[in-house]
């Protein structure tokens, strides 16, 4: 499995923009850039994912290096109840490739301040 | 609308006893299946999947099994519980494609004394 790099934790204030890296050097020519949020006590959330454009939806923003081998989710304005762990994951495009599977990695913890 | 149901929401099981947990979909036709666990305070683990009836890959040597015995029925088992099966287990579908969101169910959380 391609397998993401992300720090540890992040602080963000409220209401300011919070970007979260996340590299993938072994990304392959199919996968796709996929991040999850999960909040404590829950299951994880989809929040948004990319192939090689950048990608807008009502949660975040996705901006994919020209290279894909790195990744950024962008929080435009944090709120206390975007705090959670965010996961950044690459999945296969095939259902053949085993199960199209997300395997989840260690993720960022986001802290956000009042 | 698709909806995945998943039960207990908590399940307390001595060591050495069986355990069954269930998982269910609505909505979607030939979906794929996962379970997951996350120990306290880890991450998620990818215990199974499964990609239609009766398909069931192991991803972790453990005290566990899986079984698809319907396209949207998704079985968790045990024949005897350690006490390191403790966890949140969570059951998962998506569509059989990559660029597809995966939808998660509310999750078991298991306390094996």
């Known amino acids: 499995d391609a397998k993401t790099t992300q720090p540890n934790s992040m602080e963000s204030n409220e209401e300011e923009p919070v970007h979260l890296p996340c590299n993938h050097s072994?990304?392959?020519?199919?996968?796709?850039i996929h991040w999850y949020r999960q909040l404590p006590s829950q299951g994880p959330e989809y929040v948004i994912h990319?192939?090689?454009s950048n990608v807008n939806n009502r949660m975040a923003s996705l901006a994919i290096a020209e290279d894909r081998k790195s990744s950024t989710l962008i929080l435009h304005r944090a709120t206390l109840r975007d705090a959670a762990v965010y996961y950044c994951?690459?999945?296969?495009?095939?259902?053949?490739?085993?199960?199209?599977?997300?395997?989840f990695g260690g993720g960022t913890r986001v802290l956000v301040k009042p | 609308s698709q909806t995945i149901h998943q039960w207990p929401a908590t399940l307390v099981q001595p060591v050495g006893s069986p355990l069954s947990l269930e998982c269910t979909v609505e909505?979607?036709?030939?979906?794929?299946l996962y379970w997951y666990r996350q120990a306290a305070g880890r991450g998620l683990q990818l215990l199974f999947y499964?990609?239609?009836?009766?398909?069931i890959s192991s991803e972790v040597p453990q005290n566990l099994s899986a079984s698809r015995p319907q396209d949207r029925q998704f079985i968790l088992s045990s024949k005897k519980l350690l006490l390191s099966d403790s966890g949140f287990y969570l059951c998962?579908?998506?569509?059989?494609?990559?660029?597809?969101?995966?939808?998660f169910g509310q999750g078991t959380r298991l306390t094996v004394v």
């Open positions: 998962a579908w998506s569509a059989p494609r990559g660029d597809t969101e995966a939808f």
């Open positions: 072994t990304i392959s020519g199919t996968d796709y």
């Open positions: 990319g192939l090689t």
């Open positions: 994951i690459l999945r296969a495009s095939l259902r053949e490739a085993a199960g199209n599977k997300l395997t």
């Open positions: 909505g979607t036709s030939n979906p794929n």
């Open positions: 499964s990609v239609g009836i009766g398909q």
